[in-house]
């Protein structure tokens, strides 16, 4: 998590996967990205996760996501 202006920032490198691959969910001040790659047959056969606690001082309600061209994911939290 890093500090930027009047926001933090969480930043992963996705681009091995589809954005319907790709889910992002918040819960008590943690945020937590989870992507999963199906190949044809059924088995996973690629995985990402990643769970971060954010600091005190953000709004919950400010959470969004961006993905980037390159597969960047970019989560900003503004901060209280």
């Known amino acids: 998590v890093r500090a930027q202006g009047d926001t933090y920032q969480v930043v992963a490198d996705v681009s091995q996967f589809e954005p319907p691959d790709i889910v992002v969910t918040t ?10 790659k199906v190949a044809e047959d059924g088995t996973v056969c690629d995985t990402f996760t990643h ?30």
Do not use: F, M
Not at 27 to 35: E, G, H, K, R, W
């Open 27 to 36: 819960s008590n001040c943690y945020v937590a990205i989870q992507a999963e």
């Open 51 to 80: 769970k971060c606690q954010l600091p005190e001082d953000t709004d919950p309600l400010s959470v969004s996501c961006t993905l980037t061209e390159t597969g960047t994911l970019v989560i900003t939290v503004r901060r209280r």
